[in-house]
């Protein structure tokens, strides 16, 4: 588990909310406080959506919504005079973002023993802090996924110039 605090939370936010650059991620829940609470449960509704519209591109199903599915509806909730209280957004891995962290050399069994990969990002009055994690199918010692996934992540917001601390 990797701990990260974002250094600029206008520029963060800005990308979170106004860009596209976490788009790509599922969103396993989002609870936003302002004068109400807000909580959104990322699991789709399948019975809503057309047949194609619920599995990823390389056709495994899709049980939970894109963050560009909920961004406006977060956006909006977030977007105001005040800052929110706080906001704990749960972001996740698609299938394919989750083999892009395996190399071909990766040891399978480990692959399939990953159930998901977690980047929950807490915003108090305290600043953002940005946190990893991994649920397993199946227990492991093994710390290699968690540490690949790490990696991922600070190469991520390096990439997308988000300025952050390891803490």
Same mark, same amino acid.
């Given at each position: ?55 990823? =591109? ?21 977007? @105001? ?26 040891? =399978?069994? +480990? ?15 305290? @600043?953002?802090? @940005? ?25 991520? +917001? ?10």
């Amino acid at each position: 588990m990797l701990a990260i605090k974002i250094e600029d939370l206008k520029d963060f936010t800005s990308k979170l909310l106004l860009q596209p650059v976490f788009d790509e991620f599922s969103v396993a829940q989002a609870e936003i406080v302002t004068g109400t609470t807000i909580v959104i449960d990322g699991h789709i509704n399948a019975a809503f959506y057309d047949t194609d519209e619920c599995v990823y =591109s390389d056709g495994s199903p899709r049980n939970f919504a894109y963050w560009s599915e909920l961004r406006e509806t977060c956006l909006q909730r977030i977007r @105001g005079k005040k800052l929110p209280l706080s906001f704990l957004i749960s972001l996740m891995l698609t299938p394919a973002q989750q083999r892009e962290i395996f190399s071909e050399d990766a040891d =399978s069994d +480990l692959f399939a023993a990953v159930e998901n990969f977690y980047f929950n990002l807490r915003y108090d009055s305290n @600043g953002l802090i @940005g946190m990893t994690g991994a649920s397993y199918r199946t227990f492991t010692m093994n710390k290699l996924a968690e540490q690949s996934f790490e990696r991922y992540i600070t190469d991520f +917001l390096q990439t997308n110039d988000i300025a952050f601390l390891i803490l």
